[in-house]
């Protein structure tokens, strides 16, 4: 099993930053791919950003520009470091992990932190 805490949501003014994290405990997992969803009310959850083991990153056009997404990998954490922030970035973000253990490979989701941007 992979177990994610996610911090560091929160309310902030427009145009302000916040910095979201999320550690995986992965014992016997090979974490893949980390990244960060988030659903806001009333919406599909949508992809924000994701990043590869190697480094590779994709953002949701978005966030691109304003928002930047890394990772520790002797932590098993990924970070998100958002800027300029919009009052539509106004959401629930949710840490996703694509972890491997054997052949095979795995899903998980953290429960969720409150992001509320004021206009």
């Known amino acids: 099993q992979v177990q994610l805490v996610e911090s560091g949501g929160g309310l902030v003014q427009a145009g302000g930053s916040l910095r979201l994290s999320c550690a995986a405990s992965a014992t016997g997992f090979s974490i893949i791919v980390m990244g960060w969803h988030r659903q806001a009310p009333g919406k599909q959850r949508e992809l924000v950003a994701i990043?590869?083991?190697?480094?590779?990153?994709n953002y949701a056009d978005s966030v691109k520009g304003r928002f930047t997404i890394s990772r520790d990998n002797a932590k098993n954490t990924v970070y998100l470091r958002m800027n300029s922030l919009k009052p539509e970035d106004t959401a629930v973000y949710y840490c996703h992990v694509n972890a491997a253990t054997g052949f095979r490979m795995y899903d998980y989701w953290g429960q969720g932190t409150q992001v509320t941007v004021s206009s």
């Open positions: 990043i590869t083991s190697g480094g590779s990153t």
